[in-house]
């Protein structure tokens, strides 16, 4: 398993980003509030921006990387199947957390594209046994290779 660390877990494109898709985000998002300008007028000064936790995959992908095994719902083992290894059969999994940071806006006609790569392992002994600590990173870029967004999520395993 220490040998996949570096490899892409995943990868997906969007398609491209409408006006109106990060208008209805930003009108759900701060309801019963009417959105900030710089979301729904393209007079604003800049033009249409995207807030940062506008998600262009939350509907449809473009295009993404088929798993190498399809992973059954709830697998804990689906990271390493995705890439092709054996996994390590722990049971349960928890959410160690996300960080998340942010680069340039989203803006209209943009086409996204992430790519999830595993970043690392760690093992340590817990109260109930064996863990395994798993890091990936997710980059998003748009069309002219700028980094959009930079999400780091841990995964503990036991």
Known sequence: MAAAVGSVIDWKVSYPVA?????RWAIAVHYPDPPP???????????V????????FAWMVASQ???LVAPESRDTDRM??????????LRNQVNGGTEVSYGVPIRPGDVIRSETRLVSY?????????????VTESVWTNQDGERVQVERQTAIRY
């Open 19 to 23: 006006a109106s898709d990060i208008r």
């Open 37 to 47: 300008r710089r979301f729904c007028d393209e007079t604003a000064p800049g033009g």
């Open 80 to 89: 390493e199947k995705a890439i092709g290894i054996a996994g390590p059969g």
């Open 122 to 134: 760690v093992e340590k002994t817990g109260r109930m046994g064996p863990m395994l600590i798993s």
């Open 49 to 56: 921006v995207a807030p940062e936790e506008f998600n262009p």
């Open 65 to 67: 990387r088929e798993p």
